[in-house]
Nanobody
Framework: QVQLVESGGGSVKSDASLRLACAVS????????MAWYRQAPGKTRDLVAK???????EYVSSVKGRFTISRDNAKKTIYLQMNRVKPEDTAVYYC??????????WGQGTQVTVSS
């Protein structure tokens, strides 16, 4: 069972920066593709950014140039650096992986609230 634990959320003003972290329990972490999703109230859970095991990244257009996903294999952790945040970034942010298979593993989520 892969366990994911997010941290780093909070309440900030527009244009501020936040860094989210997701610690992964599994020793095979370095082989996993990882991703950040977010879910705003009344909305679906949507992909924000993803990073492959080899470090290739991809972003949804609304965060490109503002957010950066990264990973530290020694710490078994991924990060989401969020710069110039906007009120529309307000959501619960979730860490995700499918590890080696088709099972979806999710963290408990961390709330990010951006006020104007």
């Amino acid at each position: 069972q892969v366990q994911l634990v997010e941290s780093g959320g909070g309440s900030v003003k527009s244009d501020a920066s936040l860094r989210l972290a997701c610690a992964v329990s599994d020793s095979q972490f370095r082989f996993y593709n990882m991703a950040w999703y977010r879910q705003a109230p009344g909305k679906t859970r949507d992909l924000v950014a993803k990073i492959t095991a080899s470090g290739i990244t991809e972003y949804v257009s609304s965060v490109k140039g503002r957010f950066t996903i990264s990973r530290d294999n020694a710490k078994k952790t991924i990060y989401l650096q969020m710069n110039r945040v906007k009120p529309e970034d307000t959501a619960v942010y979730y860490c995700h992986t499918q590890a080696f298979g088709l099972t979806d593993y999710w963290g408990q989520g961390t709330q990010v609230t951006v006020s104007s």
